[in-house]
């Protein structure tokens, strides 16, 4: 609208302005005649200056989107981790997932332990024998047991070294998945959520949630335009 409201200011419509104005019984009057021209030449650049303008809103309202389902809603959950959405929220488990750890295990896990209490993890040591084991009471209500497990598991290996990578994986394990198939109202809810989002261009490990193309893109690609 910005872009067409001087032209729009200026339009003129040459099929209002009467004849009577500039001839009298088919003569013309003075320079009326070239002010005519003038004004038909003005016209004629403002109504391109407009199509030009209705092409480029075209172009602007009209895009194909594809969204990657399982990046858009990544995006929406680190958000949502980031601003303490699920703190102190979680899931106990019937039966505790159980690990040996060695010592450098052991480290990891006194290292990550306040961050991952905060996202849920319900998490106690106990000495067995010569080693340590490593209980997993509760998890984040985001994950089911067996993505908490892969999750803890990861931790272990060293393959988090910081609080935005415990985030951004929490988020892709918690995450739907490429193949899942969604019920509309669901697609739509999840537009909605990544739409308030912000970065919601990429997902926590830099990937693009959509792909984009206008109608002078789609032109192109069908050879419709040089």
């Known amino acids: 609208n910005s872009v067409c409201a001087p032209v729009r200011a200026l339009h003129v419509n040459i099929d209002r302005i009467s004849d009577s104005v500039f001839f009298n019984q088919g003569k013309c009057h003075g320079g009326l005649f070239d002010r005519f021209h003038f004004i038909h030449r003005l016209a004629e650049e403002i109504n391109t200056d407009l199509q030009t303008c209705r092409r480029r809103a075209l172009n602007i309202a009209l895009k194909l989107l594809i969204l990657d389902q399982h990046a858009a809603h990544e995006r929406v959950l680190v958000s949502r981790i980031e601003a303490g959405g699920f703190s ?81 994986t929490m988020a892709c394990k918690a995450a739907i998945k490429a193949g899942d198939a969604l019920a509309p109202d669901e697609a739509v809810n999840l537009i909605a959520q990544w739409l308030m989002t912000e970065n919601r261009q990429f997902c926590p490990h830099g990937r693009p949630c959509v792909l984009q193309w206008g109608t002078s893109d789609l032109d192109k690609m069908f050879k419709r335009m040089g």
């Not at 047991?145 to 070294?161: D, S």
């Open 88 to 168: 102190g929220m979680s899931q106990p488990l019937v039966l505790p997932l159980e690990y040996t750890l060695h010592p450098a295990e052991r480290e990891r896990i006194q290292e990550f332990h306040e961050s991952l209490s905060a996202l849920g993890f319900e998490l106690a040591l106990r000495e067995q024998g010569a080693g340590t084991v490593l209980e997993v009471r509760a998890v984040p209500p985001l994950l089911e047991r067996a993505a908490a497990g892969e999750f803890i598991r990861e931790v272990l290996a060293g393959r988090k070294e910081d609080l935005h990578s415990l985030w951004a």
